[in-house]
């Protein structure tokens, strides 16, 4: 991902779009006809480096053409992304049961072979390049592996060798900062974006939506199992409401933003999504699951659909057109470190209080005590959206 902006500024955004479409396709045909383990985990890599670079392709694509219209693109946009989780989980089960899981990955080729074919006939050819810049090779050998150092050793916080390596990942992301701040604009990633008000809050905000979004992902199937005895198949249609309340308010956000305002749209999600946990909260301390369950999950929805898009259209919306593949590329990279920060902290802090016993007073409690850590994880988003900026400028340079 840090070679996002770096590659755009080379080949242009269309044509590396398409190649990466391909690769991705053509990975997933490699996957399915994997003959081991091991070689599907290789194809699993080679997915994942070009599904590493579609992402923030897209966010950019989208704001080259949307300018200020940002927050009503993006709404409309999040409604198919946000259905990927939802049905993915019915769809894959569907193949499991019928077929084999080769088809997980063949499923694949004929999406992937619509999704060229509308790329080819819809993305823009013409294109405004930012002038090509030398390749940073030291930020190159030092960011990446940092970040996988990083998210490594999140995901492996309880033993040692995941501690070491999430030590190391922060120790050398703190180098690669000090270099790259020494370089200015021809850093791997310009971190001088981040001196530029609406960025560098709208990136802070960011962090912490989707840290929050995770670290409640984590929390909620394992509180409904552990703390109130309910079946995984119970958990994900329990869960249901919460994807539902996001797909309801998505659509209307570019409409809200114009008519109330990037702050006053994103504070007013964020206080919403807090009200919510102190909810979860109570109902944890009594085991409660009902329809005050359900509606909490749903106003938990609208209120976290309502803080992404506006933040991310305010990263946008001081940055030249120019910069743009760079800003795609350390927002997405601020986006992809909040989960796994913001996930083992609670995580880790959850195991931590249940180190007393296992008996369902102390699970309850070590669980109240975590969604208690989760407000104030909620508080300081909210505190993040009130500095954002109150409306888009006219016009996006």
Known sequence: MPLNGWLVDRVGVRTLYLWCFSAFTLASALCGAAWSAESLIGFRILQGMAGGLLAPMAQLIMAQAAGRHMAKVLGYAAVPILLGPLLGPIIAGAILQYLTWRWLFLVNLPIGALGLLLAVLFLPRSETRAQKRAFDVQGFLLL????????????????????????????????????????GRRALVDLELFRKGAFSVSAQTQFLQNGIVYATQMLLPLYLIRSCGRTPAAVGL????????MLVVYPSLGWLTNRFGIRNVAASGSLVSLLTAVALALLARHNIVGPIFVAALVLRGVGQGAIGVPSISAAYSGVPKSELPMATTTLNIVQRLGGPTMTTFLATFLARRMESGWSLEVISSSFVQTFVLLILLHALLFLSTMYLPKALPREVA
């Open 238 to 245: 329990l869960l249901l409401p919460l994807g539902l309340g």
């Open 144 to 183: 990446s592996p940092a970040l996988v150092l990083f998210l490594y050793g999140a995901d492996h916080i309880g033993i040692r060798e995941g501690q070491g390596c999430f030590a190391a990942g922060v120790l050398v992301i703190c180098v690669f900062a000090r270099t790259a701040l020494r370089k």
